[in-house]
């Protein structure tokens, strides 16, 4: 992932974190314009949609902020 995507990633996150979705998709739709951030962008929408609960491990790699304790949990379950 190149910087700026990283960047975009980590402000998309903050933003579904906080509940702004809307301006979280202003970031996704950065990442979904390059091949290597489409794969992020797609996870990303796919926590908007419901359909995932938390950011897997290989996300917090990328310096995300943790995932909250009731999603920890769920993964873990899992």
């Known amino acids: 992932?190149?910087?700026?995507?990283?960047?975009?990633?980590?402000?998309?996150?903050?933003?579904?974190?906080?509940?702004q979705n809307d301006r979280a998709l202003m970031f996704i739709g950065e990442l979904m314009q390059t091949c290597t951030g489409r794969p992020h962008a797609?996870?990303?929408?796919?926590?908007i949609d419901g359909s995932i609960a938390a950011p897997l491990a290989n996300?917090?790699?990328l310096g995300s902020v943790?995932?909250?304790a009731h999603a920890a949990e769920i993964h873990r379950k899992t």
């Open 1 to 19: 992932m190149l910087p700026g995507e990283r960047w975009c990633y980590l402000m998309a996150r903050v933003l579904l974190q906080q509940g």
């Open 42 to 47: 797609r996870r990303l929408l796919a926590e």
């Open 59 to 61: 996300a917090n790699d």
């Open 66 to 68: 943790p995932a909250s």
